[in-house]
């Protein structure tokens, strides 16, 4: 499950939601949202892929938590502050991929309920990649792990 933390711009979220359906993934998006989640820049980045995605929303971070906790999943949070690269984390089935809004993260309270924070590493003096770019490489690779891309699944 790909969760976006109040995201901020609507075509990120909409391509993320596109990711999600493409790739079989459950969606979640803690509010407030930076935008309405009709809006048109929402639904253009979307396209008709957005009828193809499970979203849940969650009214606040509180009520995402307590169903994170309720349903046992790991919160894995992908954030900049992160010492773990994402390459070095052993991904499970079930495992929650937190990314944070893309004008600030996601707040210390929410870094620490993280069961694991990981990182995409970079050169410097580059600080991080467009959020939407970050979560298709660590949602990509959180499947190769668990087996979720088969040889002979994709055409030449």
């Not at 790739?23 to 930076?34: F, K, Q, R, S, T």
């Not at 919160?75 to 991904?91: G, I, K, M, R």
Request: net charge neutral; with cysteine.
């Amino acid at each position: 499950m790909l969760v976006l933390y109040q995201p901020d711009i609507p075509q990120n979220c909409g391509t993320m939601l596109r990711l999600c359906a493409c790739l079989g993934i459950d969606a979640a998006i803690i509010e407030p949202a930076g935008f309405p989640v009709s809006d048109r820049n929402f639904r253009r980045a979307g396209m008709d892929y957005l009828d193809h995605v499970s979203v849940t929303r969650h009214v606040s971070f509180t009520a995402f938590r307590d169903w994170q906790t309720a349903s046992g999943r790991r919160l894995v949070l992908l954030s900049t502050q992160a010492a773990l690269p994402y390459t070095e984390f052993c991904f499970q089935p079930g495992d929650i991929l937190l990314v944070g809004r893309e004008s600030a993260g996601v707040p210390e309270t929410v870094h620490a309920q993280a069961d694991a924070s990981i990182r995409i590493p970079m050169q410097p003096p580059m600080r991080s990649l467009n959020v939407a770019v970050a979560a298709a490489m660590v949602l990509g690779e959180a499947l190769r792990q668990c087996g979720r891309f088969q040889t002979g699944d994709a055409p030449p």
